[in-house]
């Protein structure tokens, strides 16, 4: 079992660049049913993938794989022409809102926008646009989505990924890297790991996540990785004391950030004191969640969660 995504979900690429087509071939590689992109100006074309099949990733494959990939002019004639469900958005900053709302009207499920850079006006006019439509938006800025050995989303390194029973959500990319490999190396796998994204205007919160791995009957516990400002984490909180039935443990990145310095991600500011790590902490542990001191405990503090 497994959430947002599985051995059957079909996937287009928007922005099939240099960036584009490194992962789009990375993904083929582990398994992922990549099965169109999207270009205007290179509409009718075919991109030819080849190489060594990762081992890490969907069982009983080949090898080695030559798979082609058609390219459309538009994101609706892709959806028409491969019914595909999911799409993988790498298109430059300044056109990346307009691709996944191009995205949204093509009636694609699911829109995992791995761009960073975005300008938080462009952000606020697509969320806008995909309210009340059957859709769901991961990041931008964020690594993707991975269910192990079945589907790969994104631009994280498969092999450090393994099946097994922790539902993985996380504002860090290069967190969710330390924490399922820490998690692989505990003997606890991942059913699906989710890179939210730092920005500060997203698609998919905290809560959007732990209602999903709640609810899905795999799902035995959640490792969630924070950071420094907003209020995401305080609303997880909140949501966790009030709904949660599965043990969760966690850890909160920027202890030592100063106030009012931006740290790494555009959403990771303090400012008028909200949004400090220590504040995050100290709600989340009120919530039982078993949090980490430090990066390196992520793995044991998910080990002592489940008991």
Not at 27 to 48: D, F, K, L, N
Not at 81 to 87: F, M
Request: overall charge negative; aromatic content about 4%.
């Amino acid at each position: 079992m497994s959430v947002l995504i599985d051995r059957n979900t079909k996937v287009l690429v928007q922005g099939m660049g240099k960036t584009g087509r490194f992962h789009t071939d990375k993904a083929i590689a582990y398994g992922t049913q990549m099965v169109g992109a999207v270009h205007p100006s290179r509409a009718g074309q075919v991109e030819v993938f080849t190489g060594e099949a990762d081992p890490s990733g969907v069982p009983n494959r080949p090898s080695t794989y030559d798979v082609e990939v058609p390219i459309f002019r538009s994101v609706a004639e892709a959806v028409a022409g491969t019914q595909a469900t999911a799409t993988v958005v790498y298109v430059p900053p300044p056109f990346a809102a307009d691709a996944i709302m191009e995205a949204a009207d093509a009636g694609v499920e699911l829109i995992v926008a791995v761009t960073e850079g975005i300008p938080v006006s462009d952000m606020v006019l697509a969320k806008r646009y995909l309210e009340g439509k059957n859709v769901r938006l991961v990041g931008p800025n964020c690594p993707g989505v991975i269910t192990p050995q079945q589907c790969k989303i994104g631009i994280m390194p498969g092999y450090i990924h393994t099946p097994g029973k922790i539902g993985v959500v996380s504002r860090s990319g290069t967190l969710t890297y330390e924490a399922v490999h820490q998690l692989t190396l505990n003997g606890l796998g991942q059913t699906t790991a989710i890179g939210i994204g730092g920005d500060p205007v997203n698609g998919t919160n905290f809560v959007d996540c732990l209602t999903m791995f709640n609810d899905d009957p795999e799902t035995n516990g959640v490792l969630m990785i924070g950071e420094i400002g907003g209020n995401a984490e305080e609303e997880a909180a909140e949501w966790i004391t009030a709904n949660m039935t599965k043990p969760v443990a966690g850890f909160i990145a920027g202890t030592t950030a100063p106030p009012g310095k931006r740290m790494g991600h555009a959403g990771a500011i303090i400012s008028g004191g909200m949004g400090t790590a220590e504040a995050k902490i100290a709600v989340l542990t009120e919530a039982g969640v078993v949090m980490a001191p430090t990066p390196t405990d992520m793995g044991s503090a998910m080990l002592e969660a489940m008991g």
